[in-house]
Each structure stands twice: as C-alpha cells, then as structure tokens.
C-alpha cells in the first residue's frame, strides 16, 4: 500500500496562470479507488475529529473503495451540503486529514480526504439523480441573511426539517464570499451555483439586492412573523494598514479586487462592462489564502512581476500550503520578512512601494516570533498595483440597525458558544459576521449548529 497520497492531475503552471479555468483536473475512478484504498478504517476514526460538519470520513471511503459512489455521496451529505466546494477549498491538512493515522506514520501522507470527497460530489453531479423525496412542512418560517456557506448550510438543514426559509442576499448573485471572493480557477462558479440550486431544490427560497440593516432591518424582519433569524452576513470590510499613499488610484482592498473579477467577471473585459487595472508589476501584502488568490489572479490578467510582500517567514504565513506552492509554479515572487510601509504616487497614480526589511525576534500573543524592522533597512519596489489583502471584518450594518445586539469592539456578533444565539431572542448567528475571516468549512459548521439550536428551541413551542 502506497505511503503517498494519488497525484491529483493538475494544468501545467505556466499553461494555467494564462487562463481562469480549474488548476487541479480531478481524480478518475480508477484513482480515486487507488486512493480509498489507502483508508485503514480506525476504530477511533481521529480524522472526524477535525471535521467541523462531523462527515463519516471512514464509512464514505468505504464505499469510495467498493466503487460505490451514490453510497458514498448520501453518506457525506447527511451532513455536508456543500461537498463539492468542501473538497476543493478546505484546509483539510488542518482539519481531517491533519489528525488522519495514516498521515502520522513517518514518510507515510495521509488520506486525501479532500480529493475524495471532491471526485464524489463530481461524480454524483455528473451522473447520479437528484432527490425527489417529499419534505413535509412544520409551518414555522425562518429568515437567514446572507448567503455564503454559513447561510447556506443553515438553511439547508433547516430546510431538511420542513422549516421553509428565507435567504436575503445583499448582492445580486447568490454564494457570498463563494462567489465574490475565491477565483474561478479554485473553485467554479457553475459548481457554486449547482450547490445553491440544489439547496433551493428543497424549497429554500432566495432574495437577492436586499440589505438588510438598510433595505429591511431585523426588527422588521421579526414583524414579518419569521419564528426565528440567522444572520450569516459575513466579513466584508477590508482592513488597511494606514500607511502614507493608500489612497492613491492603483491601491485596491483583495475585496474590490477580486470581487470586480470574480463576481463582476472582470477578466471578460470588455465582453463584460467591469474593467480590473493592473499594471506590469502588482505588490500584493499578505500571505493568507486572499492574498494567494490576488496575486494568481493579477498573474492571469497580465501583470509580469506579482510580489506577495509579507512581514513575517513563510513558515508563519497563514495560508494553505497547496495554495503557496500552487503560487510559486506560476512565478509569483515572494518577499518574506517585509513590510509595506509607504505607497508613493505620482500624478495620483501609485509609483512604488517602500518596504522595511524585518527580522523575526521574542513570540507574541499569538505564539508567532514578532517581526520587528531592521534598521536602516529599506528598498523600493516599483510598481503601479498595490493590493491590500490583510484580513477583513464584518460590515457594520447590522449591529448599527439592531438594538440590543451585542457585538465585540472590532464588529464581531457575540453569541453563546453552545446555540449561536445571540443577545437578541430568536436571533441567531454564525460564520464570519461572529469569528471574522476564516474558513469556509468553520462558517458552515456554524450555520449547523444554530440550524439545530434553532430547530430545538422552536419545536418545542
């Protein structure tokens, strides 16, 4: 039996940072078997301790071996709705597969969880048939805003229990962050939109250009007569880091950015009317998942030189390992150990960039050795793009427009840790809008978990 994981095929990288189509190809049959194979079916199944949604991780490999995928797609949907985007955007090394026994052995990878759950979802799209089981109604409604993964899995589960549920979508397109954030070449939108479809197949129904917190409030919405509301808004306000020159033109937020590309299709230009500037050279600061996602992507629109400028080593950058060494195949240049510290202009268009050498020295509150500038240790970059991709936070609408919900000082909706309900009765919350930016698979976890909470408090009125 193998120690290595099945390769997954993938587009060449210098054939693949030309274009937006999927970089990694998928697993055949025949692999992905192979790779099922590998499971040793644990007594104690540790890789389901790391899965947020609680999968059967052990019993759909199973059947993955058998050749029995049907089987294995109802297994993991008895609790993930989203597979198909879970295989492709978790940070599975972190979570199941990082608790995987096999993985744990010396020289020996762990199960590609991932993959397998990812060719399952694929498989069942293209050829298994969709479930025409009747869902018997409860006569209770329930509001969710927002829908991203949190939304989603929260109306989906609730929808499972014959709730009948309302998504309000801020923007016009359904998918939150799914569709605006993460570019088409990790995760197809037609993928996206299939996922949604078949949640809005159990009856879930979505309203898109509604704001709430401006077009209609929580209150309002509880006037409405909805039993019960789950706010799954998100964290779409970018942060800066307010150095000198961040207001010239060429400085974008990761959230403009790659929302005019990914939901606005700004890379169709001018076959669709969003044009996305960038210049020969584009710096982008950060080194999480955004900000790989920014600097590939200003590598498909064209620029030559895209820098990922980050203060701390590669060993302290957040994102995914498989997204960083996907970066360097395609020729992003990576600037460790530097800091951004002014934009200059000319003409009120961005020149360059100035950047502060930095060393790491004692560990902060974070457990991460504190990069502190070297002195006198400074260069610039010249370039006509910058992109700031350093965290976000939730938009501020809600809590403004809703009395007697309580939230952290930097936007984040408290709630109790073991329901997802907030200060306000009824009122539910869950993903980003409570955590701030994190994961995909951690905000649906979320909308699960109030999915329950909320079914339990309601069935017993």
Request: hydrophobic share 35%; net charge negative.
């Amino acid at each position: 039996m193998s120690k290595e994981k099945v390769k997954m095929p993938e587009q060449d990288p210098q054939v693949r940072n030309k274009n937006f189509e999927e970089v990694a190809l998928g697993y055949t049959k025949e692999m992905a078997m192979e790779e099922a194979t590998r499971c040793l079916n644990c007594k104690k199944p540790f890789c389901m301790d790391g899965c947020p949604v609680n999968v059967p991780i052990p019993r759909f490999i199973q059947e993955v071996a058998k050749g029995d995928f049907d089987k294995a797609f109802d297994i993991i949907t008895e609790e993930n709705a989203l597979p198909a985007i879970c295989g492709r955007v978790c940070p599975q090394e972190n979570q199941c597969e990082g608790k995987c026994v096999r993985g744990r052995a010396k020289g020996s990878e762990s199960v590609a969880i991932g993959r397998l759950e990812r060719f399952v979802a694929d498989y069942h799209r293209d050829h298994g048939k969709k479930d025409e089981s009747k869902i018997v109604k409860n006569g209770k409604k329930v509001a969710v805003v927002g829908s991203g993964p949190s939304g989603i899995s929260c109306a989906g589960e609730l929808a499972k229990r014959g709730y009948d549920v309302k998504v309000f979508e801020a923007l016009h397109k359904t998918g939150g962050v799914l569709s605006y954030g993460i570019p088409e070449f990790r995760l197809p939108k037609a993928l996206v939109q299939y996922e949604i479809d078949t949640v809005a197949d159990m009856g879930v129904d979505f309203e898109t250009n509604v704001v709430v917190g401006r077009t209609i409030t929580v209150d309002e919405l509880e006037e409405e007569g909805f039993d019960a509301i789950f706010v799954g808004s998100g964290a779409g306000l970018p942060r800066f880091q307010g150095i000198p020159g961040e207001n010239l033109n060429g400085v974008y937020s990761a959230n403009e950015f790659l929302t005019r590309v990914n939901l606005m299709k700004g890379y169709m230009f001018p076959d669709r009317p969003t044009p996305v500037k960038v210049t020969n050279t584009v710096c982008v600061v950060g080194a999480g998942n955004v900000a790989m996602d920014a600097a590939r992507t200003a590598k498909r629109l064209g620029a030559e030189n895209v820098y990922i400028v980050y203060r701390r080593s590669e060993e302290e950058a957040p994102a995914r390992k498989e997204e960083i060494h996907h970066a360097k195949e395609e020729g992003i240049i990576f600037k460790f150990l530097t800091n951004p510290i002014e934009v200059k202009g000319e003409d009120g268009w961005v020149k360059s960039l100035v950047c502060q050498e930095m060393e790491l020295g004692e560990p902060d509150e974070s457990g991460r050795r504190r990069p502190v500038p070297v002195e006198g240790k400074t260069f610039e970059i010249e370039t006509g793009t910058f992109i700031v991709a350093i965290g976000q936070s939730p938009n501020p609408l809600i809590r403004q427009t809703t009395p007697g919900l309580d939230t952290q000082k930097w936007g984040g909706i408290i709630v109790n840790e073991e329901t997802n309900e907030t200060s306000r009765e009824n009122v539910y919350a869950g993903g980003d809008a409570v955590t701030g930016a994190a994961t995909v698979i951690l905000a649906m976890g979320a909308g699960k978990k109030a999915a329950q909470a909320i079914d339990e408090k309601l069935s017993k009125k």
